[in-house]
């Protein structure tokens, strides 16, 4: 098993592009979510899904898009890139324990920086 | 969702002795999580424990949960240089919710 893949590593926008950060897993997950993290700052929830074609808002879902049209793909859209989106981005995936989300299996992260 | 809240938020102790940190939660759970960060990495799952369990021990790591108290603390004993690194707590709620990780206690461990 890959375990939790993202792709690009390292991305450099201007402000204003777009762009999309992929993010795979091939554990059969159902909950996948995105989390950001700046410097010296725990993660913040940006989206999250719990099964395909089920998403929702997590604490700072402003500027960002999701969709999960599969149970392995969890996208995340920058609609508009904003210097504030600079960050390091983390997808993870999880099964369910109980009802709830169990051991999150967290990819490598992305180093976004928006100029 | 509902978010976990370490304490303290920073720790420093030499190798070899124990480091306790704790976490304080909200709303009722249906398991709570460790997990581990060393710098720019992604986190690392420790332990999971069911909101019916009170203990549960993993090599050098024990949990305990106080679902009164709502409140959950991690030891790790005879620590080394290599647990430098910042630990969160993630309460798990029911379906549809999701974790909301808190800052974290940053733990130096001083060879």
């Known amino acids: 098993n890959a375990g939790v893949t993202q792709t690009p590593k390292f991305q450099v926008l201007k402000t204003g592009q777009s762009m999309t950060l992929q993010c795979a897993q091939d554990?059969?997950?159902?909950?996948m979510s995105w989390y950001r993290q700046d410097p010296g700052m725990g993660l913040r929830l940006i989206h999250y899904?719990?099964?395909?074609?089920?998403?929702d808002q997590g604490e700072v879902p402003n500027g960002y898009n999701v969709s999960r049209s599969t149970t392995e793909d969890f996208p995340l859209r920058l609609l508009s890139a904003a210097p504030s989106q600079t960050s390091v981005y983390f997808c993870a995936s999880s099964y369910r324990v109980g009802g709830g989300p169990g051991e999150q299996y967290f990819g490598p992260g992305t180093r976004l920086t928006v100029t | 969702s509902q978010q976990g809240e370490e304490d303290p938020q920073a720790l420093s102790i030499q190798e070899g002795e124990n480091a306790t940190m704790n976490c304080s939660y909200k709303?009722?759970?249906?398991?709570l999580q460790w997990y581990r960060q060393n710098s720019g990495r992604g986190l690392v799952h420790l332990i999971l424990?069911?909101?019916?369990?009170r203990e549960k021990h993993s090599g050098r790591l024990r949990v305990t949960l106080d679902t009164s108290k709502k409140s959950s603390s991690l030891l790790i004993t005879a620590s080394r240089a290599a647990d430098t690194a910042s630990y969160f707590c993630?309460?798990?709620?029911?379906?549809?919710?999701?974790?909301?990780f808190g800052p974290g206690t940053r733990l130096s461990v001083l060879p």
């Open positions: 899904s719990v099964g395909a074609g089920i998403t």
């Open positions: 709303t009722s759970i249906n398991n």
């Open positions: 424990i069911r909101s019916n369990e």
């Open positions: 993630a309460p798990g709620g029911n379906y549809g919710q999701n974790f909301v």
């Open positions: 554990m059969n997950h159902e909950y």
